[in-house]
T-cell receptor, first 113, second 117 residues
Framework: EAQVTQNPRYLITVTGKKLTVTCSQNMNHEYMSWYRQDPGLGLRQIYYSMNVEVTDKGDVPEGYKVSRKEKRNFPLILESPSPNQTSLYFC????????????FGAGTRLSVL | GNSVTQMEGPVTLSEEAFLTINCTYTATGYPSLFWYVQYPGEGLQLLLKATKADDKGSNKGFEATYRKETTSFHLEKGSVQVSDSAVYFCALTGSGAGGTSYGKLTFGQGTILTVHP
């Protein structure tokens, strides 16, 4: 089954404790992206990757890091989480091209205390 | 830059009522337009899309027409069901490759739809 898998689905942590949210896709997609969803703001792009070892900032990259060492994986790293990073996070992937359909993971709900 | 504006929610309807969720956009060139749906506790799923002016996207009884002259992509359904209760997002991607428009989805703020029996 074609899917984008995020882990964990729920996470509660404390300020400053490094964490990683994993994302994996099995569709051989070149393009992967992270979004955060906040009430009244829709989804905003954090980082994206057009292929292995190619990553770039989205609209709200501050406080986040990513890596793309393999085509299928695109982890999101919070080196020193802060309460303003409490949010719902989605990973998405697609084939190349701005018009292509993006497939989303089920989301990771993160609370930073 | 690109932007998407959706009608404010939440929207509450009775089963079999007519649904319209308004969406307007600002973008350069010829963007592709999408409606995504998010059911409770799940990720976003593509509902329908349109890639050029006057295209009509349709799926599961939902329709939306790409209107370049009014920069709109309103979502409609003739008869909603309880199972349509979800959050609906209008979105667009840029028309060209390269830079931050490449593959990036710009979303509206989302509209919560609740359908009562």
């Amino acid at each position: 089954e074609a899917q984008v898998t995020q882990n964990p689905r729920y996470l509660i942590t404390v300020t400053g404790k490094k964490l990683t949210v994993t994302c994996s896709q099995n569709m051989n997609h070149e393009y992967m992206s992270w979004y955060r969803q906040d009430p009244g703001l829709g989804l905003r792009q954090i980082y994206y990757s057009m292929n292995v070892e190619v990553t770039d900032k989205g609209d709200v990259p501050e406080g986040y890091k990513v890596s793309r060492k393999e085509k299928r994986n695109f982890p999101l790293i919070l080196e020193s989480p802060s309460p303003n990073q409490t949010s719902l996070y989605f990973c998405a992937s697609s084939f190349q091209g701005a018009r292509n359909i993006q497939y989303f993971g089920a989301g990771t709900r993160l609370s930073v205390l | 830059g690109n932007s998407v504006t959706q009608m404010e929610g939440p929207v509450t309807l009775s089963e079999e009522a007519f649904l319209t969720i308004n969406c307007t956009y600002t973008a350069t060139g010829y963007p592709s337009l999408f409606w995504y749906v998010q059911y409770p506790g799940e990720g976003l799923q593509l509902l329908l899309k349109a890639t050029k002016a006057d295209d009509k996207g349709s799926n599961k009884g939902f329709e939306a027409t790409y209107r370049k002259e009014t920069t709109s992509f309103h979502l409609e359904k003739g008869s909603v069901q309880v199972s349509d209760s979800a959050v609906y997002f209008c979105a667009l991607t840029g028309s060209g490759a390269g830079g931050t428009s490449y593959g990036k989805l710009t979303f509206g703020q989302g509209t919560i739809l609740t359908v009562h029996p």
